[in-house]
């Protein structure tokens, strides 16, 4: 079933004074959604998010919510007006009032405030605790407070400014699914600032990928690990690493790896060189196949090991094995390319001057299943 459109961003500009952090924007959520602004730090993400908030003035383009505009060059609604939530960072809780009254503090006159503050307190697992103060709270605690507080008022949207980013590994994963939880029992829609790719992928219906000011991409993470649209998201998202090809059909590369086939044709001129993305589950381990590659360096995972490989040119790749499947530093092993469908990249420059002969000896073989 499908949503109406909540939040809409159009060809945006924005940043302080005359400077322009993010430009030529575009952007829309559906009601019910989670979004995702992921990036690096100094990328746009948070100026977006103040934006949105209304705390940063617009320079080109509009902001529309539920159909209404609420920011454009020369007009900004104040943020109070805009019925939008907000979690920051550093919690920003009132020390001196207590859980209940925090919550409490933007549905000051609402009629029945205390069946609210009760029904709140026990989405955010926080029951029986409304009388403490913050101090009194670990960390996610107070995290979940924020929450509280933020969807008292039944924001149409709610903003997450890297609300994880205080906590440890271990509780940020905990409450990150959990947040994810808590905003879709509701039913609420949000948008959350991160450079945590592990906790965009964990929260969000839709990530937007950032560089310097400009998204790059806005699609689901699946499309996003599978079909990045720029060399930039493809080595942002997940592990992965690029070798140059030699296109020899729409389907096929050839490449110091043998030739790889496919599920998809590209359109761009046959013979022409392109960087093919292989991802450490793109190679297998196969003890028997003639291809080999040096590892350079091991991480043990548990249930797998991951394996640093150096191909005879230099080019470097990583790859899963199975754990039982030990190999030591130096040793060569046997690999071969299991990649359903090649990403591929058009690369600059000659093809001739970039790809070594391809040795005779390594034997050609198919990726196609």
Excluded at 163 to 174: A, T, V
Excluded at 261 to 268: D, E, I, L, Q, S
Aim: charged content about 20%; proline content about 5%.
């Amino acid at each position: 079933m499908s949503h109406p459109l909540l939040l809409n961003l159009r060809n945006l500009a924005c940043g302080y004074q005359d400077q322009r952090v993010v430009q030529n924007l575009n952007l829309h959520l559906n009601a019910g959604d989670i979004g995702c602004l992921l990036g690096s730090s100094g990328c746009g993400k948070t100026t977006t998010l103040r934006a949105i908030a209304g705390f940063e003035p617009v320079h080109e383009g509009e902001i529309q919510l539920a159909g209404e505009t609420i920011s454009r060059a020369g007009f900004t609604l104040a943020p109070e007006k805009r019925r939008i939530g907000m979690v920051f960072q550093d919690y920003a809780l009132f020390p001196h009032l207590s859980v209940a009254e925090n919550i409490a503090f933007g549905i000051r006159k609402h009629p029945q405030k205390n069946r609210v503050i009760e029904e709140l307190l026990e989405l955010v697992n926080l029951k029986g605790l409304g009388k403490r103060f913050p101090h009194e709270l670990s960390g996610g605690q107070q995290q979940r407070v924020a929450l509280a507080r933020a969807l008292a008022p039944e924001p149409q949207l709610l903003l997450l400014d890297e609300p994880f980013s205080n906590l440890d590994g271990e509780l940020r994963r905990k409450l990150s699914h959990e947040v994810r939880d808590i905003l879709k029992s509701r039913g609420t829609s949000a948008i959350l600032v991160t450079h945590d790719q592990e906790e965009a992928f964990a929260v969000s219906d839709h990530v937007g990928v950032f560089k310097e000011g400009r998204l790059e991409q806005w699609d689901t993470p699946y499309n996003l690990y599978h079909e990045p649209l720029t060399p930039f998201v493809a080595s942002f998202i997940g592990q992965g690493y690029f070798i140059r090809g030699q296109l020899n059909s729409p389907e096929s590369v050839q490449t110091e790896l043998g030739e790889l086939r496919g599920n998809r044709a590209y359109t761009w001129p046959i013979g022409g060189a392109v960087d093919v993305l292989l991802r450490p589950d793109d190679i297998v381990y196969a003890p028997d196949n003639g291809l080999k590659a040096k590892i350079v360096g091991k991480s043990f995972q548990g249930a797998s090991t991951l394996y640093r490989l150096q191909m005879p040119t230099g080019a470097q790749l990583e790859s899963i094995f199975p754990s039982h499947a030990d190999h030591q530093v130096g040793a060569e092993v046997g690999i071969r390319v299991a990649a359903e469908h090649l990403v591929l990249f058009q690369a600059s420059g000659s093809i001739a001057a970039q790809i070594p002969a391809i040795e005779s000896g390594v034997r050609r073989y198919s990726t196609a299943s």
